[in-house]
């Protein structure tokens, strides 16, 4: 069974940049990050089609956060110009098996999920 294992996060200033990683035990497919906030519910962040040639953003990150996966199985998210709207827990997510050429932005369409990193945006 596929493992996710995040690291990176922690607290990081308005304007500035941190980096989570998500790193999998075997291959991965599609992949995306999501986030919580407290209060709210878990929402899209950005992802990867199965092979990793194609992207989508929130339009709330679209533009300064950038999400890439390398030839290791480890999937990152660059977030740069952070905003306190950014504090939340961010997960990463994998599909099981590749299921099409899809850009999958729901977290019911994911069948592993990290163990969730702190990010911390301060002013």
């Known amino acids: 069974q596929l493992q996710l294992v995040q690291s990176g996060g922690g607290l990081g200033q308005a304007g500035g940049s941190l980096v989570l990683s998500c790193a999998a035990s075997?291959?991965?497919?599609?992949m995306a990050w999501f986030r919580q906030a407290p209060g709210k519910e878990r929402e899209f962040v950005a992802a990867?089609?199965?092979?990793?040639?194609?992207n989508e953003y929130a339009s709330s990150v679209k533009g300064r956060f950038v999400i890439q996966k390398d030839t290791k199985n480890t999937l990152f998210l660059y977030m740069n110009v952070l905003k306190l709207e950014d504090t939340a827990v961010y997960f990463c997510?994998?599909?099981?098996?590749?299921?099409?050429?899809?850009?999958?932005?729901?977290?019911?369409?994911?069948?592993?999920w990290g163990q969730g990193t702190q990010v911390n945006v301060s002013s």
């Open positions: 997510a994998a599909q099981r098996a590749p299921i099409n050429d899809n850009i999958f932005t729901y977290a019911k369409d994911y069948d592993y």
């Open positions: 990867l089609n199965w092979n990793g040639g194609r």
């Open positions: 075997s291959r991965t497919f599609a």
